[in-house]
């Protein structure tokens, strides 16, 4: 059997792909393989990068590739209501395809495996999660079951229990940026059935602005696998992972009320602030210190000293934010004007 890690890039993210990848080395406790899958052709640093790391590979399987957005494609032309909305506001169809790329790690090289976002950093072994591969079939360490349900599902809560058991679902939600599985566990008939039941309206649950985390939580819920979530079945003992929680900072790794936790991730923090970061602008990410300790472990003397940014820089941010901001007002106008005509 073949443990590794999956992660998701490209050269937008460089900065954190490193820093990701340091940190496995560092503190995961055994060389694990790690398998980069593309979210495009903006490869040039991604593969240099790689061509220095032995344990590091390149996800290059095509086939897959196409098979999953492929996949995708077809589980939301099922969606009339996000067809509709993301051509009224020009978005392509599906919504940011390429995030479904993650898919791949279902049919990936890897028999159990552990998905990371590039924006995430590991902070302890994985041998806890790669154990409960051992009895169930999908785990995480998530409390998106204490948030708004919207970011996952949009129906009315009413419409959506008539889908699926409350309890069920409160049990099973989780971000997708973080989880772990097993190679082949959706089979060809569970991806059919799952297509199947989208087309009978169950897709009219799905939330249309994080499309790849909405269809990846229908599918662990409606094809019934074996699902484990420390974080929801072992509250007391479960550490939090977003940046947003308190944790105390010991040699470069975070602790949880003195646990340490498994991984931190920067979920929803834009690429930019990390290339400002990375180019010396102290731009107050939480966690920020230990970001650039790993992100320079090997070439510590190419860490920026960090300074605010310029006054200039501010203006040209702020009227840039204003712009944007008129723009998308305009442009809301104008789309209430058409349906109006329509």
Known sequence: MTDGIYTFANDVVYDQLVALLNSIEVNE?????????????????????????????????????????????????????????????????????????????????????????????????????????????????????????????????????????????????????????????????????????????????????????????????????SYYNFAYHNLEQATGSHWSSTFDVVDNVLYDKGQKITYIHFMSISAGKFTQLCGGEDVKIPYQDVFLHYRYLKSPSDRPQLKPPSWLVQVQRNLKNAIAKISDRVISKIRKIKRGLS
């Open 29 to 225: 406790g055994r060389e694990l393989p790690v398998c980069i899958i593309p979210y495009n052709n903006q490869l040039d640093k991604i593969r240099a990068e790689v061509a220095k790391r032995n344990h590091v590979t390149l996800f290059d399987n095509q086939e897959s590739i196409a098979f999953w957005e492929n996949f995708s494609t077809q589980a939301w032309n099922t969606h009339d209501r996000a067809q509709k909305i993301w051509a009224e506001r020009g978005l392509s169809s599906p919504y940011r395809l390429a995030m479904h790329r993650k898919l791949c790690s279902i049919n990936g090289p890897f028999d159990k495996f552990v998905y990371f976002d590039a924006d995430t950093l590991l902070m302890g072994p994985l041998d806890a999660v790669y154990e409960k591969l051992d009895q169930y079939d999908w785990v995480t360490n998530d409390f998106q079951y204490k948030s708004d349900i919207k970011y996952i599902f949009d129906r009315p809560e009413g419409q959506l229990y008539q889908v699926f058991d409350p309890q069920y679902v409160k049990s099973h939600i989780f971000c997708a940026g973080w989880f772990a599985s097993k190679r082949g566990i959706f089979t060809p008939e569970i991806l059919d059935h799952i297509l199947h039941n989208l087309k009978m309206g169950e897709s009219d649950s799905m939330a249309l602005f994080g499309p790849d985390q909405s269809l990846l939580n229908y599918m662990v819920l409606r094809s019934n696998i």
